[in-house]
């Protein structure tokens, strides 16, 4: 939200276009999750891959290898992880890696498990060492050491663990030690979402959501959300709040359009604060390079509300890139913002070099690789 004095809180409870989940989202997400691997909508490669996996160990009656979900927040992780574990028909234990800060406490959930229990692991990556190398053994051999004691006299006890399927979820792999990859049997790489499926879950929550949306507005939606089914769902409940309160209840392309223009999403899914650090990159420092500090301080904000908050979805637009002397607008971003750059500058020879419908169509050429490779 915006303050009196112009300062802005991008805190996803605020922001519309924030991937992660905001405080009170948890209950309306999880009646719009998906139950089933077909149900599932989008990520095909990840769904031939994982349900061979499932499928496979149901027949043999073991427990599924150990799967490990990486990817971006908002893409479905937490509903795939709940999706293993029905398409499995075993009971699911939910944790994460903040929670298990003592190698005890993950020693107490992995002895609780009933034998082919899922354990969904989420924010792996946040696991401490001494829980994850604990870890590495559960995961290979079914066992752990439980250290009693301190100093010399201490002394391992093995517990044996009965047979489970781990599912970790991360949304930065990179930062896993290469050992604990090493040990999942199968890694989902969840890709950013396509236009097309993302009007799917559009369709389909909103028949959840008992909203009449039609396909128009669907493809309205879906071009503003980011490549992300969170966002997409988050913009649908503003979209129908809207069409009941100022509309008829159905949601059709105007009342659509109104509503996004209301919230100040724009046709490529930049809010107010992304087109304020854009805004201020072309005009006040005519497209940079500009230091992020310099940046930031243009638009009232931390350093790292503008890299973290604002900076991820703008490179991956395609209108910004960073660079060792500083962040630079590409030409794509003044089309967006239907400005002009100032003769001679580097942005000014490329956008000359642009093709004839990219410089005037600004979904061609700030969108065109927004949904991230296919799937
Ligand atoms: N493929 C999909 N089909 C339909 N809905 C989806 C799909 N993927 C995600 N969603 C919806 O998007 C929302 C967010 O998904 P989910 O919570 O699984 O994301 P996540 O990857 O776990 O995010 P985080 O990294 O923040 O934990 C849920 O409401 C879910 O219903
Ligand atoms: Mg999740």
Redesign the pocket.
């Known amino acids: 939200m915006t303050y009196d004095d112009g300062s802005y809180d991008a805190s996803p409870d605020d922001r519309l276009v924030a991937p ?2 905001g405080s009170e989202e948890a209950a309306l ?1 999880s009646a ?3 139950r089933t691997l077909d149900t ?4 095909q490669r990840v769904k031939d891959q994982l349900g061979l996996v499932l499928e496979a160990a149901v027949a043999r009656g073991r427990a599924a290898d150990h799967v490990l979900l990486a ?1 971006p ?7 795939l992880s709940m999706i293993i574990a029905a398409e499995l028909g075993v009971p699911l234990r939910v944790t994460s890696g903040p929670a298990l800060q003592h190698a005890g406490d993950l020693a107490a959930v992995l002895s609780s498990l009933v034998p082919g229990e899922v354990l969904f692991l ?1 924010e792996i990556h946040r696991m401490s060492r001494a829980a994850e190398e604990m870890l590495y053994l559960a995961m290979e051999d079914f066992r752990v050491d439980v250290i009693v004691g301190k100093g010399p006299g201490a002394t391992a006890i093995p517990l044996d663990l009965p047979p489970f399927t781990l599912v970790g ?1 991360t ?1 930065r792999a990179g930062l896993l030690p290469g050992p604990l990859r090493d040990r999942f049997g199968f890694t989902a790489h969840m890709d950013f979402y396509d236009a097309a499926d993302l009007e799917r ?1 559009l369709v ?1 929550s909103a028949a959840l959501l008992d909203v009449p949306l039609d396909s128009d507005s669907a493809a309205e939606i879906a071009s503003r959300s980011r490549g992300t ?2 966002v997409a ?1 988050r913009l649908l409940r503003r979209v129908r709040d809207y069409a009941q309160v100022r509309g008829e209840g159905h949601v059709d392309f105007a009342v659509a359009q109104a509503a996004l223009a209301l919230y100040e999403v724009d046709e490529i899914g930049l809010d107010r604060l992304d087109r304020a650090v854009l805004d201020a990159l072309l005009r006040r420092f005519g497209g940079g390079p500009v230091g992020l500090s310099t940046l930031a301080v243009a638009v009232g904000e931390e350093s790292e509300t503008v890299e973290t908050v604002c900076e991820p979805f703008l490179v991956r637009a395609g209108l910004l890139a960073r660079t060792p002397r500083g962040r630079v607008a590409t030409p794509a971003a003044w089309v967006h913002l239907g400005l002009v750059p100032p003769v001679g500058s580097a942005a000014a020879v490329q956008a000359a070099m642009l093709p004839f419908d990219a410089a005037g169509d600004d979904d061609a050429s700030a969108t065109g690789d927004e949904a991230g490779p296919q799937a």
Do not use: S, V
Not at 40 to 43: E, P, T, Y
């Open positions: 992660e989940a997400e719009l999750r998906p599932f909508i989008g990520q990817g927040p908002g893409l479905g992780k937490t509903t989420d979820a949304t879950i389909r089914p969170r769902n």
